[in-house]
């Protein structure tokens, strides 16, 4: 079950072989109770939590929930 600042990592391009190729951090529920994530962005305008056309949501059968493949808690001591 993902908790607000895990990492979730995806596969974005399909031409970098197996390797994931991009990273978020997974935020919680938005106000429509989807689940989103904030990351990086190309352009230099810093993060955010839309990008490509749409929100970027982990939930649905939109871009990036299909693109998906693993999320990671850190444990900080």
């Given at each position: 079950?993902?908790?607000?600042?895990?990492?979730?990592?995806?596969?974005?391009?399909?031409?970098?072989?197996?390797?994931?190729?991009?990273?978020?951090?997974?935020?919680?529920?938005?106000?429509?109770?989807?689940?989103?994530?904030?990351?990086?962005?190309?352009?230099?305008?810093?993060?955010?939590?839309?990008?490509?056309?749409?929100?970027?949501?982990?939930?649905g059968n939109?871009?990036?929930?299909?693109?998906?493949?693993?999320?990671?808690?850190?444990?900080?001591?």
């Open positions: 079950m993902l908790q607000p600042d895990d990492l979730v990592f995806f596969k974005l391009d399909q031409r970098t072989g197996q390797r994931l190729d991009h990273i978020g951090m997974y935020m919680g529920h938005d106000s429509d109770g989807h689940l989103i994530f904030v990351s990086s962005r190309e352009e230099v305008n810093g993060p955010t939590i839309g990008d490509n056309g749409g929100t970027s949501r982990l939930d939109g871009y990036h929930a299909a693109t998906l493949r693993s999320a990671k808690r850190l444990q900080v001591f």
